[in-house]
């Protein structure tokens, strides 16, 4: 989903689908914020992680985690997700809980491994 230009600048600020959706073209209106905003719009330093349950959260930081991450050349395992939480703990809410902390350790791994195959394929800059 990229960005979706409507017919005036305030209708441009999301995806097709959200934009649909607000303008009444499909029923559901589940992917509109309480707003009226979209709810896929991205906004600078933050960053969606998907639990294996298929919810996602909001991360402020976590492109700047990743990349310190890489930069130390750390494995993708529970100890390097564990010093993630900690280092984004300070920015963002993460729960404490044990059963949390093993939602958040498989996405924050998830995205790790996603970050290091995307600097695999691009290529040293």
């Known amino acids: 989903m990229g960005p979706y230009k409507g017919k005036t600048e305030d ?35 933050v960053t969606k992680i998907t639990f294996a349950d298929g919810d996602q ?13 890489s930069a130390e050349n750390m494995p993708a395992n529970d100890d390097t997700a564990e010093i993630m939480i900690a280092r984004l703990v300070m920015k963002n809410y993460i729960p404490s809980s ?14 790790y491994r996603e970050y290091i195959k995307r600097q695999v394929e691009d290529g040293p800059k």
């Not at 649909?20 to 709810?39: A, L, P, T, W, Y």
């Not at 959260?57 to 991450?69: F, K, N």
């Open 11 to 45: 209708e441009g600020d999301g995806c097709r689908e959200c934009f649909e959706k607000r303008q009444g073209i499909q029923g559901d209106k589940s992917m509109v914020n309480e707003n009226g905003g979209c709810c896929c719009v991205q906004f600078k330093g």
């Open 57 to 69: 959260v909001a991360i402020v930081g976590l492109d700047e985690v990743l990349a310190t991450i």
């Open 98 to 111: 044990e059963d949390a902390r093993r939602e958040y350790r498989y996405a924050l791994l998830k995205a």
